[in-house]
């Protein structure tokens, strides 16, 4: 399949060998595949061995870009339920698809947007005192995130306080450089990094001089999203042809008369 152009020719006799050589997939996960719905049952030769289509070619092609796309687990039930779905269902479902990206590519550019503003700041912020430092409730509120998981990032080693006496004890302060830190774990959680993720980048931030180093990552997620994109856009169009002619392309179950072998 070459970008949009699905309209192949049917050929009502490929063996399993056939689509395995054409896809890259073995055997048994064509079998597998198509045990679970991912693309239709095959026919079934005099024999018993199972006879596929382009059609099957097809759709499993678009079940790798899928994957590539949205992950192997999403895909799998997709390839299933648009079969299964009424026609504005599944459209539906294909268009959460470009949602999904579509978001997850705002939290990538929000991202970069702060880690550079970040930067910049260390280029001409004044010397920090004392006055500069920030309660958890303040720098809770500024980050608009619960104290809670203020508390959370500093037992993960992302934030790290200081401690003051206070008549009751102790309290935090979030000097420049605390809430600096905030702010990067802030901006990379809400990308969508995980907790060692954000550990590994404010290791190299600490001291702002590998920033530059979130920065590539960033924009190497990016760009990994627009070709996720591209795939997604070239399994949509598989897609659309299976939604809009339904169950027509189903193999079936029936057997039909060819020769054994394969």
Not at 40 to 46: D, E, I, K, T, V
Not at 70 to 75: D, F, K, L, S, Y
Not at 114 to 135: H, Q, V
Not at 232 to 252: P, Y
């Amino acid at each position: 399949m070459e970008g949009c152009d699905v309209a192949e020719p049917v050929s009502a006799a490929l063996s399993t060998a056939s689509v395995s050589a054409a896809t890259g997939y073995s055997a048994q996960q064509i079998r597998d595949l198509e045990a679970i719905g991912v693309i239709s049952p095959a026919l079934r030769a005099n024999n018993g061995y199972r006879r596929f289509t382009q059609h099957h070619v097809r759709d499993l092609r678009a079940y790798r870009d899928l994957t590539r796309a949205i992950g192997p687990v999403p895909a799998r039930r997709a390839m299933r339920d648009i079969r299964r779905l009424d026609p504005d269902a599944a459209a539906a479902l294909v268009r959460s698809f470009h949602a999904l990206l579509d978001a997850e590519r705002e939290r990538a550019l929000a991202a970069r947007r702060a880690l550079r503003s970040i930067s910049d700041e260390a280029g001409y912020e004044a010397p920090a005192t004392t006055e500069d430092a920030m309660t958890i409730t303040e720098l809770a509120l500024a980050l608009d995130v619960r104290p809670s998981t203020l508390r959370f990032w500093e037992k993960c080693g992302l934030v790290q306080p200081d401690r003051v006496a206070t008549t009751s004890g102790s309290a935090r302060r979030y000097a420049v450089a605390a809430v600096r830190e905030a702010r990067i774990t802030a901006a990379l959680r809400e990308a969508g990094y995980r907790i060692p993720d954000v550990q590994r980048a404010l290791d190299a931030i600490r001291d702002l001089d590998g920033i530059d180093a979130s920065l590539d990552a960033l924009d190497a997620r990016i760009r990994d999203i627009t070709q996720r994109t591209l795939a997604l856009l070239k399994a949509g169009c598989v897609m659309a042809v299976i939604i809009e002619s339904g169950r027509a392309d189903d193999a079936g179950s029936a057997s039909v008369p060819v020769p054994s072998g394969g």
